[in-house]
T-cell receptor, first 114, second 110 residues
Framework: SQTIHQWPATLVQPVGSPLSLECTVE??????LYWYRQAAGRGLQLLFY??????ISSEVPQNLSASRPQDRQFILSSKKLLLSDSGFYLC?????????????FGEGSRLTVL | SQQGEEDPQALSIQEGENATMNCSYK?????LQWYRQNSGRGLVHLIL?????REKHSGRLRVTLDTSKKSSSLLITASRAADTASYFC??????????FGTGTRLLVSP
């Protein structure tokens, strides 16, 4: 069966510090991978998605970046965090093109920037 | 930007009652999906309805889709306290992307 792991679960960082959130998927090949952010009490904002190694599409221009160094690994990074980067970050995967499009989510990483 | 808008934003009912949530969206879609999120957790997929379908059932869930009105509804019958969660609609707009709505917070009291 497929599983998705996301870490760290909770992170408190000072403004201006770097960020690295990691997500890995097991039990499937060539998944589509996604990073979403959820502000408190709000819906989900799509940040990045990837359909293959090294292929990253950005939805929201900002000081965050994403990388996919391996087929089932997706990393969200920032060189210098802003207060507005606080939120609940969710990684998700779906089957490749032609699949149903259902997303499978990780348990999320709660980031607080102070 | 948000594609979907759920209505109501919050809903409070008693156990055994039915809960209805609505979703409106703006652009053409391939399919529409509903997800559930328990507080502080990841989202869980509930049901998918394709653009050429009008109604779909899964257990106590019933979803309708009206593409002419760009709207969908989720009905949970005979609600239980364990159904307490936030519910989101998400539209498949193509290009491997799902765009989520703002969510409905459902509280089911025993």
């Amino acid at each position: 069966s497929q599983t998705i792991h996301q870490w760290p679960a909770t992170l408190v960082q000072p403004v201006g510090s770097p960020l690295s959130l990691e997500c890995t998927v097991e039990g499937t090949s060539n998944p589509n991978l996604y990073w979403y952010r959820q502000a408190a009490g709000r819906g989900l904002q799509l940040l990045f998605y990837s359909v293959g190694i090294g292929q990253i599409s950005s939805e929201v221009p900002q000081n965050l970046s994403a990388s996919r160094p391996q087929d089932r690994q997706f990393i969200l990074s920032s060189k210098k965090l802003l207060l507005s980067d606080s939120g609940f970050y969710l990684c998700a995967w779906s089957g490749p093109a032609g699949a149903t499009g259902e997303l499978f989510f990780g348990e999320g990483s709660r980031l607080t920037v102070l | 930007s948000q594609q979907g808008e759920e209505d109501p934003q919050a809903l409070s009912i008693q156990e055994g009652e039915n809960a209805t949530m609505n979703c409106s969206y703006k652009t053409s879609i391939n399919n529409l999906q509903w997800y559930r999120q328990n507080s502080g957790r990841g989202l869980v997929h509930l049901i998918l309805i394709r653009s050429n379908e009008r109604e779909k059932h899964s257990g106590r869930l019933r979803v309708t889709l009206d593409t002419s009105k760009k709207s969908s509804s989720l009905l949970i019958t005979a609600s239980r306290a364990a159904d307490t969660a936030s519910y989101f609609c998400a539209t498949d707009v193509g290009f491997q992307k799902l765009v989520f709505g703002t969510g409905t917070r459902l509280l089911v009291s025993p």
